[in-house]
C-alpha cells in the first residue's frame, strides 16, 4: 500500500481466468488485495476521494444506474472507466461513497440511494472494507487461516487454501479486514432476502449460504420431482453442470440409472445465459455439449435441468442433440418453477419478454401487462398453469415437461419463504400482496369420544381467514363420530375406515399404507391433523407424513423422549401415556397433581412422543371435577390447535435435531 494500489484487469471471453492471471500474480506485491469476475465491467476501480484512495469491486446490479449518473453529472462530475460508451456501475458506486467524509457513512449513503442490489469489497489503507447488500440477496463470507482473514461470496473458495469459514455478514452489515483481525463497522439487519436461485443454479456446488449446501439442496430438488413421477425411462441426466446434481437426487428417489448422454466439452466455456447477445449464448451452448450416440440411442430419457428462462439452449441443443442421436422419448423435469418476472437484482434475465413461460402466457391470455393475474400461472393445480406448461412442452418439443412447484422449492432450500428473495416467480413484493399462495390442504382426524369441537375450532380460523388452508377430508374409523355431523354441515367430504378388525401387525400395516396412499393420491394431503383420534398409526402411514401429521397428546410432554419436563411452578409432568383425556385428568385431581395440560406434536415412528410445537397448561382449581377442569383445558387447546395448524400452513415451522423452532416470534411464548 506504500507505493499505491496496483491493479490488473484481464478479460476471460475466450479462456479461463487462471490462464490469464496466473503469470501476472507473481508481480502483484502487499500483503491485502480484492478481486472479482464481472460479467460486463472492468473492476475492481480506484478511486481518490477526500477520506484517501481505495479500490472497489461489486457484485449486483445497479437498477436507477441512469438516476444516479444524472445527479453526479447535475453536479459536473465526470466517469473515466467507460466500456462500450457506457458508464461503469462500478465506478458510479465509488464516486456516490465518496460524497461523504468517510467509507463507511459513504457506504451507507450509496444503500440508501441504490435500487437493486450490491455487496462491495473496498481495498484501503487500513484493511479490506466488506459490505453485504442491504437485503442480503448476495452473499459475503469471512474466512480464517491461523492470523490470515480473507472474504469470498462463496464459501467454496476456501477449502483448498487452508481457510475455515467463520462468518456470514448480515444484510448490510460492514466490516473491516485488518491485521489486527476482524472489526465490525456497522451492524447488520436479520431481515433478508436472499436469491433462491443462488442455490438452485447461480452458486458453486460446494458452497453453502446460511449454512445450507448448495449441492444438497439440488439433490434435494431431484427427490422431489422424483416423488409421484410416474415416468418409465431407461437413464436419468442433468444439463451439465448446473443439472447434474438435480438429476442424481431424481436418480436416487427414483431408481433408474444415471447416465451421461451429453458431456461438456470443457470448462473454458460460460454460463450460456448470461450474454447479452443470443448468437454468443447460441455458440457457448452449441460448443460446450457433446452427444454420446451409444448411450442415447433408442432409450427413453428423463433430461434435469436448473431452470427454463428462454428455452433457446435447450431446446437448441440439449433436447436436439438427443433427438438427432435416436433418442426414443424425452422428459425434462425442471428444478426451478416458470420463471415470471426479468431478475432486477442481479445480473440474468433482463426482460419479461424473453422469459418462455412469458410468451406461454402471452399466447394464452393474449396480455402480459401490469393488469395480468399472475396467481394462476404459479399455481401448479391451476388449469391455466398446467396450459401455459403444455405450451411450453411443445415449443421445447418433448415427450412430456415437469417443474417443481415454488413451495417444494422453498423445502428444498429449508429456509422460511419470508427469508428468500422470490422475485424472479413472484415480482417485487409490492406485488406480492396479490398474489395468494396454494392453500393447504388438510385431513383431520377425529374419534366417536369428543363433540368434534377441536375440528370445529380449526373450521372457524379458516372461515375468518386466519388459516391459510382447507380441509379436504375428515377421516374417522367409527361412523356415529359426532365430528362428521360438523363436516356435512360444513360441506367438507368425510371418510369412515373402520380400524378395530385389524389385529395383526400385517393388517395393521396394509390399513396404514391403504389409507395414507389415498389421502396421498386422491386429496392430495399437506398435513394430517389428529384432532382426539384415538388409535396409534402404524409406521407403514407414518412414512407419507412424517413431520406433516401433527398431534393432540392428552398430556404434557417433554422436548426430548424419555426426558422429564419441568413445569411453571417447579414440578415434574406426570406421564398419562396410553389414557384418554379425561382419564388424565381423573388421574392429576385425585393424585393431588396441580398442573396438567395438553401437547401438539408433531407425530413420527416414536409412540407417544414426537417434536413438540406447543403446549398447553392449566392449574387445577380446589373444587374442580374432570368436567370443569377439562372445560377450561379445551380452551387452550382450541387455541394452540389451530394455532400450530396455522404456523404449518405458512412453512413457520422448522423441525432440526428433533426440536421444533418456531420462526413467528409472536407465537414463541406458546413453547414453554
Not at 53 to 59: C, E, Q, T, V
Not at 269 to 274: P, V
Request: include cysteine; hydrophobic fraction near 35%; glycine fraction near 8%.
Amino acid at each position: 500500500m506504500n507505493r499505491g494500489i496496483k491493479r490488473s484487469i484481464c478479460s476471460i471471453s475466450t479462456s479461463q481466468f487462471k490462464s490469464k492471471f496466473i503469470n501476472k500474480l507473481p508481480k502483484l506485491k502487499g500483503s491485502m488485495g480484492i478481486g472479482v469476475i464481472s460479467d460486463f465491467e472492468s473492476q475492481p476501480v480506484i478511486i481518490s476521494s477526500s477520506f484517501g484512495i481505495f479500490a472497489i469491486a461489486s457484485s449486483g446490479l445497479l437498477k436507477n444506474k441512469d438516476q444516479l449518473t444524472k445527479e453526479i453529472m447535475k453536479k459536473r462530475g465526470s466517469f473515466s472507466e467507460l466500456g462500450g460508451g457506457r458508464i461503469n456501475s462500478v465506478e458510479l458506486m465509488g464516486k456516490i461513497i465518496a460524497q461523504r467524509h468517510d467509507l463507511v457513512s459513504g457506504i451507507e449513503y450509496l444503500f440508501g440511494k441504490l435500487k437493486g442490489s450490491a455487496s462491495l469489497l473496498l481495498l484501503t489503507r487500513e484493511g479490506i472494507y466488506a459490505a453485504r447488500d442491504s437485503f442480503g440477496r448476495t452473499t459475503l463470507m469471512i474466512g480464517r487461516k491461523g492470523d490470515s482473514l480473507a472474504v469470498a461470496s462463496e464459501t467454496c473458495a476456501f477449502p483448498n487454501l487452508g481457510f475455515e469459514p467463520i462468518k456470514e455478514l448480515l444484510p448490510g452489515e460492514i466490516v473491516v479486514l485488518t491485521k489486527q483481525g476482524l472489526k465490525e463497522k456497522r451492524k447488520g439487519s436479520r431481515k433478508r432476502k436472499i436469491c433462491a436461485f443462488s442455490w438452485i443454479y447461480t452458486g458453486y456446488p460446494a458452497s453453502s449460504y446460511e449454512g445450507i449446501n448448495v449441492e444438497a439442496v439440488r439433490e434435494q430438488c431431484g427427490i422431489n420431482l422424483a416423488k409421484g413421477d410416474k415416468v418409465k425411462a431407461d437413464l436419468v441426466t442433468g444439463v451439465p453442470d448446473s443439472g447434474t446434481a438435480h438429476a442424481l437426487g431424481y436418480s436416487r428417489a427414483s431408481g433408474i440409472p444415471y447416465r451421461r448422454p451429453l458431456v461438456k466439452y470443457t470448462p473454458g466455456y460460460g454460463r450460456s445465459y448470461t450474454p447479452v447477445f443470443q448468437e454468443v449464448r447460441d455458440r457457448i451452448a452449441q460448443m460446450k455439449l457433446i452427444p454420446i450416440k451409444e448411450i442415447i440411442k433408442d432409450k427413453k430419457i428423463i433430461i434435469c435441468d436448473d431452470s427454463i428462462v428462454r428455452g433457446t439452449q435447450l431446446k437448441n441443443q440439449a433436447i436436439g442433440k438427443l433427438w438427432q442421436y435416436g433418442a426414443k422419448e424425452i422428459h425434462v423435469r425442471v428444478a426451478c418453477p416458470p420463471l415470471m418476472f426479468p431478475c432486477c437484482y442481479c445480473l440474468s434475465t433482463r426482460t419479461k419478454k424473453e422469459l418462455a413461460a412469458r410468451r406461454a402466457i402471452r399466447k394464452i391470455s393474449g396480455k402480459s401487462g401490469k393488469n395480468l393475474d399472475i396467481s394462476q400461472f404459479i399455481d401448479e393445480n391451476n388449469s391455466r398453469y398446467k396450459r401455459m406448461v403444455e405450451m411450453i412442452r411443445r415449443k421445447l418439443r418433448v415427450t412430456s415437461l415437469k417443474y417443481q412447484s415454488i413451495r417444494s422449492m422453498i423445502r428444498a432450500i429449508g429456509l422460511p419463504e419470508n427469508k428468500l428473495c422470490l422475485h424472479c416467480w413472484k415480482g417485487r413484493e409490492d406485488q406480492n400482496k396479490k398474489i395468494k399462495a396454494s392453500a393447504k390442504k388438510l385431513a383431520v382426524f377425529i374419534s366417536n369420544k369428543g363433540s368434534g369441537s377441536n375440528l370445529q375450532a380449526i373450521i372457524d380460523r379458516i372461515k375468518l381467514g386466519k388459516i391459510k388452508g382447507k380441509i379436504v377430508v375428515v377421516v374417522s374409523d367409527k361412523a356415529d363420530a359426532y365430528g362428521l355431523i360438523r363436516a356435512k354441515k360444513n360441506k367438507i367430504p368425510a371418510i369412515v375406515r373402520p380400524f378395530s378388525k385389524f389385529k395383526d401387525k400385517k393388517t395393521r400395516r396394509t390399513y396404514g399404507e391403504k389409507l395414507a396412499r389415498e389421502l396421498k393420491e386422491k386429496y392430495k394431503v399437506d398435513l394430517v391433523v389428529l384432532a382426539g383420534w384415538m388409535i396409534i398409526l402404524p409406521p407403514s402411514f407414518i412414512k407419507y407424513f412424517s413431520h406433516k401429521t401433527i398431534n393432540l397428546h392428552p398430556g404434557l410432554i417433554a422436548d426430548k423422549k424419555g426426558a422429564r419436563l419441568r413445569l411453571s411452578d417447579g414440578s415434574f409432568a406426570k406421564s398419562f401415556e396410553g389414557e384418554f383425556t379425561e382419564g388424565a385428568i381423573k388421574s392429576t385431581l385425585e393424585s393431588g397433581i396441580t398442573i396438567y395440560g395438553s401437547t401438539i406434536h408433531f407425530v413420527t415412528k416414536e409412540t407417544d412422543w414426537g417434536p413438540v410445537i406447543m403446549r398447553a397448561e392449566k392449574k387445577n382449581k380446589a373444587n374442580d371435577s374432570v368436567d370443569s377442569f377439562y372445560a377450561r383445558l379445551k380452551k387452550k387447546e382450541h387455541l394452540i390447535l389451530p394455532l400450530s395448524v396455522k404456523l404449518f400452513c405458512e412453512d413457520k415451522l422448522k423441525v432440526k435435531n428433533n426440536i421444533v423452532k418456531i420462526l413467528d416470534k409472536r407465537y414463541s411464548k406458546h413453547r414453554p
